[in-house]
């Protein structure tokens, strides 16, 4: 298992973000909702920073943003916000459901999912990419491993332009066997789900934002991670 991140840092978990009327799996943010929840960040003087930045120069007050699926409405909705704080995330983009959309919510609302157009131009702009698997299955029931870890990479590599060094999770289905396989790929970091029965540099844990996320349960997930730091160290 990966040494410990001492201490963890606080990484918050999005999906899409837009404006909706149905949303029975609660992965969609209304896009003034996520406006003050970045204020709110800002406020306390926390600044959002992708995954790479976070672990590769840690320092106090930087906060990771991170985005699962590739959702389209990460260009339209997010990217606009996020420059308007001078923000920074990191998206983790389905690599064999490029241009389609998510059809493991199904019969949810069908959401549209970025292009390989789309994932260069958000690398472009100065985002992160990061490998979300090749397609959206729990990976401790997955054979194939290196099609999510090895050819996933390889697909957004070639997308986006950039060194794809990150992964993470579908549904945050992660054992030993999974970071094993992550780190035998050579991602330098994971991303998990709060709670993982592992952690550590390949299975980071993330606290979940929605759109009921106001300041008065910002405040508590906040308070929620700086207790659980505090017990670890």
Known sequence: MDADLNPMPLVLMYHSVEPYTEDPYQVTVDPRRFERQLRWLRRRGLRGVSMRTLLSAPGPGLVGLTFDDGYADFLGEVMPLLAAFDF????????????????WDEPGPRKALMTAEDVRTVAAAGMEIGSHGFAHVRMTSADDLALHTVRSREILEESSGQDVTGFCYPYGAVGAREVEAVRAAGYDYACAVRPAPVAGRHAIPRTFIGDRDASPRLYAKLARHRLTVGRAA
């Open 88 to 103: 920074t995330a990191t998206v983790y983009v389905v690599a064999g459901s490029l241009g389609g959309h998510n059809s």
